[in-house]
């Protein structure tokens, strides 16, 4: 089994501040780990994903996370926010079950930028 | 650009009233899953083609169908549509199904409002 936690689920940021937001895990298996970003009624975009390798991942926009495996974690982060991030952000844990690739998700952080 | 297209991006419908939703794909990916989004959650599987063979998931209603005739094109039927329908739903897209670190393709989703 696996699941996804995000704590949060609403974020608020000033421009040009810091983003955090935070993601654990749990899967019996070594997790593929992956961040989505939908803007209203929009799909998701892939922001990043970690599958095996350097543990920090640099992904579009300016984000990154790092996989941390003692913690479970895998935590968003952004050094400085801009208007444009304003989003909801979900975090997905990936694994092949079954013959296929399943993917659950976490249930969304919404990240307000205050300008 | 290859991408995933929904069509239409919004729906409404009444009361029991069969309503079916597109998705098609340029990325020529054999793998195509079908997610239901309700407001303020994480979208939820509701079944995936491999090719042709169809996989539902366990806990999707009997309302629910889909259909695929071919690589391109996949059909979301709700054919008697409730109050609790009203959702976004996403389609996307993946190539292979060997591998559980691909990252999954989305179209921008249809906002289905049952009435």
């Known amino acids: 089994a696996q699941s996804v936690t995000q704590l949060g689920s609403h974020v608020s940021v000033s421009e040009g501040a810091l983003v955090l937001l935070r993601c654990n895990y749990s899967s019996s298996v070594p997790p593929y780990l992956f961040w989505y970003v939908q803007y209203p009624n929009q799909g998701l975009q892939l922001l990043l994903k970690y599958t095996t390798g350097a543990t920090l991942v640099k992904g579009i926009n300016g984000f990154e996370a790092e996989f941390k495996k003692s913690e479970t974690s895998f935590h968003l982060t952004k050094p400085s926010a801009h208007m444009s991030d304003a989003a909801e952000y979900f975090c997905a844990v990936s694994r092949y079950s079954g013959g296929y690739q399943k993917v659950t998700f976490g249930t969304g952080t919404k990240l307000q930028v205050i300008p | 650009d290859a991408m995933v297209i929904q069509n239409p991006r919004y729906q409404v419908t009444q009361f029991g009233k069969p309503v079916t939703l597109s998705c098609s794909q340029t990325?020529?990916?054999?793998?195509m899953y079908w997610y239901q989004q309700k407001s303020s959650q994480a979208p939820k599987l509701l079944f995936h083609y491999y090719d042709k063979d169809f996989n539902n998931e366990a806990d999707t209603p009997d309302n629910f169908q889909s259909r695929r005739p071919n690589t391109s094109f996949c059909f979301l039927d709700i054919r008697s549509p409730g109050l609790g329908d009203t959702a976004m739903y996403l389609c996307?897209?993946?190539?292979?199904?060997?591998?559980?670190?691909?990252?999954?393709?989305f179209g921008p989703g249809t906002r289905l409002t049952v009435l």
């Open positions: 996307a897209t993946i190539q292979g199904r060997g591998s559980s670190y691909n990252e999954q393709f």
């Open positions: 990325l020529n990916h054999n793998v």
